[in-house]
């Protein structure tokens, strides 16, 4: 019996030590009140009106486009805002306009709190807070997640482990959820929080953590999965090729894109274990797969790396923004795309509006061009016509001795129209990345042209499009491009040739318009302009 006792006490220490990592993620405790910002000031500002602007200006320079249906998951960069925010603004400006008021948020864990964990961590909180406010978490959520610490039907020990449990050291520094908070707090009118850190999962992980979450996706959830794509360089212990950098990193993000657009499960893993590729979100992505309904549509809105921003490839990092769409209906309170002929836009500005928004171009043009600021709005405000504070799409374009010199706009109505012409006028001097910003002495030689445009159609196929009379938009996957119904006209190209320029302006090949999966859009304009200038 002496001998028993001393067996059990001499592995006493083992066995506890065995359950406190076992159990690492099961203790549960009572919420604390608010888990303060981590990386603000750092990846983003910390100062509300500082971070409202720069969300602003990511969301103004965004043109718009319908979207095949109502959005139900979207896969978010994380990087410092300066590199990845204007990529990260595609998706959620998508989301304006939707009603959804629960967000769950899969993160990929960093480490940087802690040791290494298997399964998900829930940071027991009742708000998360940005500059910008604070989020309440969804506790009912939350902790019907965390009750389901094992599954009863796992066939082994090594198969029961925790699928969530509570783990305040993975949130502590993490940036990969955190930044994703500003934007949401920008897009959706009031939410509830579901925080998911993910951290390393295996075998059949994947399935039961669906299973778990998949009670909690009704109408008014949002999926949001965060994620990086290629981290490129020595620094990252990654350097599948020193040569033509940049088209091979694109070609490998889009390999991964299309594993993801099939839904793609075991594509997915099989991609990574033949090239390597290094998505830091990986796993919640994985997960994702496994969540999404069956009939999603998936669109790539942008796409970007650090190696294009700053033109060195000795370190890159892929950022995109991919959203997931169901069919539109009206019960959740989206619209669905009504199925009527395109309507050709109503010409009805009269003669005196039209000369009051070139006057306001051209101020705009002078004053920004000067100041780096826009005019006055008290110059303007008591000319306004109620046709002018309607809400349009408007393009600014401006030649140079009749060649191109910028041409920036909204295709949908974001704006009225005369400060859609302020913004879009700012936008086509400074931010056309084909020019460089236009310089004060140039102002005197550049015409302006306004183009006030009906709302966008798709069509069928390219056979549907009429030259001359509609402008074009294409979009494949991360590719997208719009000329305007006068381009073609101005440049005597027939249909085949608009397709082939439009094609090799987003960068695809010229025959890129031919291929499955090719969407096209049309619309029609309003086009007046400054008579020539001498």
């Known amino acids: 019996m002496r001998m028993h006792l001393l067996k059990i006490v001499a592995i006493l220490p083992v066995l506890l030590l065995a359950l406190s990592n076992c159990s690492a993620l099961l203790a549960q405790t009572e919420p604390k009140e608010t888990w303060e910002p981590q990386v603000a000031g750092r990846f983003y500002p910390g100062n509300e009106t500082a971070l409202k602007d720069q969300i602003n200006s990511f969301f103004k320079t965004i043109p718009n486009l319908f979207l095949n249906g109502r959005p139900v998951a979207l896969i978010s960069p994380h990087a410092g ?27 990929p864990s960093h480490f940087h709190g802690g040791k290494r964990f298997r399964g998900a ?11 910008l406010g604070v989020i309440p978490v969804d506790q009912d959520a939350c ?25 305040e050291g993975a949130y502590q520094g993490e940036h990969s959820l955190e930044t994703q908070l500003p934007f949401l707090q920008m897009s959706l009118n009031s939410f509830k929080l579901v925080p998911i850190l993910i951290g390393i999962l295996i075998e059949d992980d994947f399935d039961r953590m669906a299973n778990a979450i998949r009670p909690l996706l009704d109408e008014k959830t949002l999926l ?32 991964a894109f299309e594993k993801i657009r099939a839904r793609d499960f075991n594509g997915l893993k099989q991609y990574r274990k033949e090239t390597g590729i290094n998505a830091c979100g990986l796993m919640p992505i994985l997960l994702l797969l496994k969540l999404l309904p069956d009939n999603v549509s998936c669109e790539i809105l942008n796409y970007d790396t650090s190696g294009h921003q700053s033109s060195n490839f000795s370190y890159s990092v892929s950022y995109a923004s991919i959203l997931f769409t169901k069919p539109a209906d009206t019960k959740s309170g989206f619209m669905a795309p009504k199925k009527e002929p395109l309507e050709t836009h109503p010409y009805f500005l009269t003669d005196e509006e039209k000369a009051l928004l070139l006057s306001l171009a051209r101020n705009t043009l002078e004053t920004y061009t000067k100041t780096g600021n826009p005019p006055s709005p008290g110059q303007v405000n008591n000319r306004l016509t109620p046709n002018l504070k309607e809400k349009y799409g408007v393009f600014v374009t401006l030649k140079k001795y009749g060649e191109l010199r910028g041409c920036i706009g909204h295709l949908l109505p974001q704006s009225p129209l005369f400060q859609g012409v302020v913004e879009n006028t700012i936008h086509s001097s400074a931010h056309d990345r084909r020019f460089e910003p236009v310089g004060p002495k140039e102002v005197s030689d550049i015409t302006i042209e306004i183009s006030v445009l009906s709302k966008p159609k798709r069509i069928a196929g390219a056979d549907n499009f009429e030259v001359g009379k509609e402008g074009i938009i294409i979009r494949k996957g991360p590719f997208n491009a719009v000329f ?29 318009w031919k291929d499955d999966g090719m969407e096209f859009y049309v619309f029609t304009a309003d086009v007046f302009h400054e008579g020539v200038r001498s």
Do not use: M
Not at 229 to 239: A, I, L
């Open 81 to 107: 805002y300066q590199y990845s925010g204007q990529v990260a603004a595609y998706g959620y400006h998508a989301l304006k306009d939707t009603n959804f008021t629960r967000v769950i948020i899969l993160s």
């Open 121 to 131: 961590s829930i940071l027991k909180v009742k708000n998360f807070k940005t500059p």
């Open 484 to 512: 305007l119904p006068q381009v073609a006209v101005e440049q005597g190209w027939d249909r085949v040739e608009t397709l082939c320029r439009l094609c090799q302006k987003a960068g695809l090949s010229r025959d890129a």
């Open 224 to 255: 949001v999965v965060s994620s990086d794509f290629t981290h490129y360089g020595d620094g990252y212990n990654y350097v599948p090729f020193r040569k033509d950098i940049e088209k091979n990193i694109t070609a490998l993000d889009n390999g």
């Open 143 to 167: 902790n019907q997640l965390l009750n389901q610490t094992h599954d009863a039907r796992a066939s082994s020990p090594q198969k029961s482990a925790p699928l969530f449990g509570e783990y």
